[in-house]
């Protein structure tokens, strides 16, 4: 039962596009995450976010940003994207200090 | 800091036959233990999780996992692997009261006729 939705599934741009990916979860959840998932599965935690802080990973860059509007929902913004952003972009919910998390299907992005 | 090594990028085992999986972590206190299974072109379920407590835990679809600290393991088992459980597994580590989570690379699981 999906839980965690993201739209849209796949999105093929071109380099130094925007672009922007959505994320609602109605878990009640009250933090939320982005994953990047490279092409050989490797994970990459790209942001955390709950109503009171934004935990940025360092290594990501300033292209990218989340925004949210309540805590049930929370999008990604690349502001121009490059090649290697190709990749699938994965949306998590959780429980503040759970490490339990509901994961969404994933957005696949291709940047020609 | 806390992390996560499954050893085995790749395994492939016959259907029917049983299995087993490795994760290792490192971490100095309490770990959160996970197992997530990707299957293609889906997110991350959930197979099981560890909190303090049993050392083997149960989970969906017949897998199960043991907790040894002594080992810094937490390897997945499943005792007769079906086609459908084709997929990418990951092992995961969270720190106590944080909600981060650490992956693991992945083990790619074949399941061969």
């Known amino acids: 039962e999906t839980a965690v939705f993201q739209t849209p599934n796949y999105h093929v741009t071109q380099v130094g596009n925007e672009v922007s990916f959505n994320c609602k979860q109605t878990l009640g959840h009250d933090t939320m995450y982005w994953y990047k998932q490279d092409s050989k599965k490797l994970l990459k935690i790209m942001f955390s976010?709950?109503?009171?802080?934004?935990?940025v990973n360092e290594t990501v860059p300033r292209r990218f940003s989340p925004q949210s509007s309540d805590k049930a929902h929370l999008n990604l913004r690349i502001k121009s994207v490059e090649p290697e952003d190709s990749a699938v972009y994965l949306c998590a919910s959780s429980w503040t200090g759970v490490g339990e998390q509901y994961f969404g299907p994933g957005t696949r992005l291709t940047v020609l | 800091a806390q992390s996560v090594t499954q050893p085995d990028a790749r395994v492939t085992v016959s259907e029917g036959a049983s299995l087993q999986l490795r994760c290792k972590y490192s971490?100095?206190?309490?770990?959160?233990l996970f197992w997530y299974v990707q299957y293609p072109r889906q997110g991350l379920q959930l197979l099981l999780k560890?909190?303090?407590?049993?050392?083997v835990v149960q989970g969906v679809n017949g897998f199960e996992a043991e907790f040894s600290k002594s080992n810094s393991s937490f390897h997945l088992r499943k005792a007769s692997v079906h086609w459908s459980d084709w997929a990418v597994y990951f092992c995961?580590?969270?720190?106590?009261?944080?909600?981060?989570?650490?992956f693991g690379d992945g083990t790619v699981l074949t399941v061969k006729p």
């Open positions: 976010y709950n109503n009171k802080q934004l935990i």
């Open positions: 560890y909190y303090p407590g049993d050392p």
């Open positions: 971490y100095f206190g309490t770990p959160y």
């Open positions: 995961a580590v969270s720190i106590t009261n944080t909600g981060k989570l650490t």
